[in-house]
């Protein structure tokens, strides 16, 4: 499967130091974004918040390295002091707690569906849904396997899974709208233009 262009490609400066900062504004932006998306959040210990959505479009639109830059940087900042986890929260003690697994598993769920976009499987919506779906399994993969050393194994899947199920369904749902129809739309605004 040959690479495909991201969104964010199409839209990327030629020359060379335009490009730089227009990766930099993204990767800054894209962090900003995750930190406000963690503000909607419902739920304790590991709360339902928009984190997840923005992660994995982050790495949809901007593609592998610039997504899992985007939640470096947001890492980056909550540790720092700035308060962008969730319930406003931050520092180094957010990543030793409940949710810190689900934050590494952020960082590949930004690569995964970054590197799936690169090969155009943001374009169809089966695609999509695969895409996002690896995504999240990454997220659960590094948040539930953090989860056992907290609380008790039996617990684990009640607390750090099924609340979450039905709200990561609505999430990938729309991204199989929103990726897909963005695609067609661009096509059409580039056949208009020619």
Request: proline share 4%; glycine share 14%; net charge positive.
């Amino acid at each position: 499967m040959q690479a495909k262009v991201t969104y964010a490609d199409v839209f990327r400066p030629c020359r060379s130091l335009e490009a730089v900062f227009y990766d930099i504004a993204l990767i800054v932006g894209g962090s900003l974004l995750i930190g406000l998306c963690a503000q909607i959040s419902i739920g304790w210990p590991v709360p339902v918040t928009g984190q997840t959505f923005a992660v994995l479009m982050l790495g949809a639109l901007f593609g592998a390295r610039r997504g899992s830059l985007c939640v470096l940087a947001y890492i980056a900042e909550g540790v720092a002091g700035f308060p962008v986890f969730s319930a406003g929260r931050a520092g180094l003690g957010v990543l030793a707690g409940p949710t810190g697994g689900y934050l590494a598993g952020f960082i590949v769920a930004a690569y995964v569906t970054g590197f799936l976009a690169e090969k155009g499987w943001d374009r169809h919506i089966w695609t999509t849904i695969m895409a996002m779906i690896l995504g999240n399994l990454a997220i659960y993969a590094f948040g539930l396997g953090w989860l056992c050393h907290i609380v008790e194994f039996k617990s684990v899947a009640a607390i750090g899974l099924y609340p979450f199920i039905v709200g990561d369904l609505l999430k990938i749902a729309l991204a199989a709208v929103l990726l897909p129809g963005g695609w067609k739309l661009l096509g059409r605004l580039n056949s208009h233009q020619k």
